[in-house]
């Protein structure tokens, strides 16, 4: 009997590509907010008693940076509460657990690579719920591990570099119709590191393997703005592109957005199991992974 394992945020854009990825290794229950609400620590139970999981990869979170800035109650009951629950109903059923949190502990001005000893300190309210889900479960449980992860792109459609795509064909196909073309606007001043959802999931087998524990920084390797990033995407694509560079102040987001959160992976690679690609050759895999797929 393969080992069994549940996927929180199953419906979401890092569960998704888990449970493609691990479902052929493990019996795998995607679960999305429909199947328990992570704030329910009775639903969950129910649905951890019923599934007996061996693994818990825990992905469900308000991800959305500025949703969480416009509803702190929910973003704290969700990203950190609903952690704590994750982490008690692990513990009963003796699980071990995968909690995915994020580059936004850190406030961006350290002006180098973060590594795991660095102190957090988020500059909005999403990283802050991210990191009090990271404490809550450390008190709960060392069964467990902790995988920061940054700017996340995958299978999904609403994944940015879709987006970015999209966006710059509609530019590409309005220049040619000779009608107004639609603006792309992109920042010079955020950097971190773009990293694919399935490089996430190749690196969460391998400390499954290892059977580490603790708090470990999981990007790509690299960082970049997110006018490089864009560049680099529409240059790979042949796509020509007017790219219009900005500052974040530019932008009327409801959370501030931290500067350079880029993540060194020393855990990962002091252990010996660091997999992640640096973060142009993950892009270039995930294009033509995607055009195999179209083209079948
Ligand atoms: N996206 C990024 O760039 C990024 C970067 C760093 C870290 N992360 C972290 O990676 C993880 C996955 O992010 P993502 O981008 O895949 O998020 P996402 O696409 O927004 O998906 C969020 C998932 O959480 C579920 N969910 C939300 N509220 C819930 C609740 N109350 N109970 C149960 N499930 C609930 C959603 O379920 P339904 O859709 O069924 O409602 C959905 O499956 C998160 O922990 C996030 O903080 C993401």
């Not at 493990?26 to 999981?53: E, L, T």
């Not at 719920?129 to 008190?139: A, Y």
């Not at 999209?166 to 001043?189: L, S």
């Not at 102040?249 to 959160?261: L, V």
Request: glycine share 6%.
């Amino acid at each position: 009997m393969p080992d069994r394992m549940l996927i929180t945020g199953g419906t979401g854009l890092l569960g998704a590509d888990l449970a493609v990825f691990f479902s052929s290794r493990y019996k795998v229950f995607s679960a999305g907010s429909k199947d328990f609400d992570i704030r329910d620590i009775d639903q969950i139970r129910r649905s951890f008693n019923d599934f007996q999981p061996d693994y818990v990869l825990h992905a469900a979170a308000i991800a959305d940076v500025d949703k969480c800035e416009k509803d702190k109650r929910a973003a704290m009951e969700i990203n950190a509460v609903g952690t704590a629950n994750i982490a008690q109903a692990c513990r009963e059923c003796e699980a071990f657990l995968v909690y995915y949190s994020t580059d936004y502990v850190f406030d961006g001005t350290k002006g180098s690579p973060y590594i795991e000893r660095d102190t957090p300190n988020p500059v909005n309210y999403y990283g802050l719920s991210k990191w009090e889900g990271e404490k809550r479960l450390s008190d709960l449980s060392d069964h467990a591990v902790i995988l920061r992860i940054a700017w996340l792109y995958g299978n999904s459609e609403k994944s940015f570099i879709r987006r970015l795509i999209e966006r710059g064909n509609r530019q590409i196909r309005d220049r040619i119709n000779g009608e107004k073309m639609e603006q792309i606007k992109v920042v010079t001043d955020q950097i971190g590191t773009p990293t694919y959802t399935m490089d996430v999931a190749r690196q969460t087998e391998a400390i499954l393997r290892s059977r580490l524990k603790g708090l470990f920084h999981c990007t790509a390797e690299g960082h970049a703005s997110r006018l490089d990033l864009a560049e680099y995407l529409y240059e790979k694509l042949n796509m020509e592109v007017e790219l219009t560079s900005c500052r974040r102040e530019d932008f009327e987001w409801k959370a501030p957005r931290p500067e350079n959160t880029s993540l060194e992976n020393l855990g990962l690679k002091n252990n010996g199991i660091n997999v992640m690609p640096e973060f142009r050759a993950a892009i270039d895999s995930y294009l033509k992974e995607w055009e195999n797929n179209d083209n079948s």
